[in-house]
């Protein structure tokens, strides 16, 4: 088992900055890909950004060029820094990896940690 913590949200207003972190802990699993997703009420969950083991990238359209994901490998740890926040960028943020153990793949969930974007 891979538990993953997040931490750093909060309530910012429109064009602040916030930064998320999420470590993860338990079993030695090598983590593959680590990434965010987001869940606005009355929408489904989607994808914000992921990062590799080789630092490679995906975001989504709605985020490039505001948001960078990053991770610490020593650290077990997967950033996201979020600039020019928007009242839509308001949601609940969910860190995940795929974690490989004994040649067979699992996805972990964080609880979620949440941004509200507001005046």
């Known amino acids: 088992q891979v538990q993953l913590v997040e931490s750093g949200g909060g309530l910012v207003q429109p064009g602040g900055s916030l930064r998320l972190s999420c470590a993860a802990s338990g079993s030695i699993y090598t983590l593959i890909t680590m990434g965010w997703y987001r869940q606005a009420p009355g929408k489904q969950r989607e994808l914000v950004a992921t990062?590799?083991?080789?630092?490679?990238?995906d975001y989504a359209d709605s985020v490039k060029g505001r948001f960078i994901i990053s991770r610490d490998n020593a650290k077990n740890t997967v950033y996201l820094q979020m600039n020019s926040l928007k009242p839509e960028d308001t949601a609940v943020y969910y860190c995940n990896c795929d974690a490989q153990f004994r040649g067979a793949t699992f996805r972990y969930w964080g609880q979620g940690t949440q941004v509200t974007v507001s005046p």
């Open positions: 990062i590799t083991n080789v630092d490679s990238t």
